[in-house]
């Protein structure tokens, strides 16, 4: 069955950085775009970075743009997000998500599986 393990979460300061891995399983990888959403307490799912199955297309939500990085690495079925200049605002469960096809939405109806999700807190 479809399996998706998110790690790399925990407790970073402001500015700091941390970079979460998604390790999938029971899926051709390599064959569906990918994406990162959050939720932080008390508010609704925002998707924050997507990439498409070969890795060439990314897109950031704006709040993110030019600090998080996202990748794939298809020979080892995993997905990262890279995050640099963190900020309190950041903090949320962050979890990977599977996309239904090889494209990549800001519509989270449009993925079928995902992680438990990992914790980052972003805190002095």
């Known amino acids: 069955q479809v399996q998706l393990v998110e790690s790399g979460g925990g407790l970073a300061q402001p500015g700091g950085s941390l970079r979460l891995s998604c390790a999938g399983s029971?899926?051709?990888?390599?064959?569906?775009?990918m994406s990162w959403a959050r939720q932080a307490a008390g508010t609704g799912l925002e998707w924050v970075s997507g990439?498409?199955?070969?890795?060439?297309?990314?897109y950031y939500t704006d709040s993110v743009k030019g600090r998080f990085t996202i990748s794939r690495d298809n020979a080892k079925n995993t997905l990262y997000l890279q995050m640099n200049s963190l900020k309190p605002e950041d903090t949320a469960l962050y979890s990977c998500?599977?996309?239904?096809?090889?494209?990549?939405?800001?519509?989270?109806?449009?993925?079928?599986?995902w992680g438990q999700g990992t914790q980052v807190t972003v805190s002095s």
């Open positions: 029971g899926f051709t990888f390599s064959n569906y775009g």
């Open positions: 990439i498409s199955s070969d890795g060439t297309d990314t």
């Open positions: 998500r599977k996309s239904t096809d090889s494209l990549v939405r800001g519509d989270l109806r449009r993925y079928d599986y």
